[in-house]
């Protein structure tokens, strides 16, 4: 057995994309093209509008806040939520009050197999 640490202090913090009060500490990233990382959103953080370089999962695993598209409305987002974005999808994503999620990252993902949708119709 191995034990690990992936604290926010360990990780790095972004500042791309006008990004503010996010640190991001990476967990898996095999040679394939696929990554898994811890985000860390401070109060009144934003992670700045970018596309997706692949197809991304963001998995809020305490707090809230929001995430919209490019030309959308901000959508409220909290613990227990997973959100979805295509590859070259442009999206932000921020909070108030402070968050951290597991984000998912990697070509061919299909988050509908295991997870229920919160909207109507899909």
Not at 59 to 73: A, F, H, L, Q, Y
Request: charged content about 25%.
């Amino acid at each position: 057995m191995k034990i690990y640490e992936f604290t926010k202090e360990s990780g790095k913090t972004i500042t791309r994309f006008n990004s503010s009060g996010v640190t991001i500490h990476p967990l898996l990233k095999p040679d394939s093209p696929f990554q898994i990382g811890y985000f860390y959103l401070e109060a009144k953080s934003v992670l700045g509008m970018h596309p997706a370089m692949c197809d991304q999962v963001l998995m809020i695993t305490s707090g809230n806040g929001w995430v919209r598209v490019k030309d959308g409305e901000k959508r409220p987002v909290k613990a227990g939520m997973a959100v979805y974005w295509s590859e070259g999808e442009d999206h932000e994503s921020g909070t108030e009050t402070g968050m951290t999620a597991i984000v998912a990252e990697g070509s061919d993902l299909d988050p509908k197999r295991f997870l229920s949708s919160l909207q109507p119709g899909d």
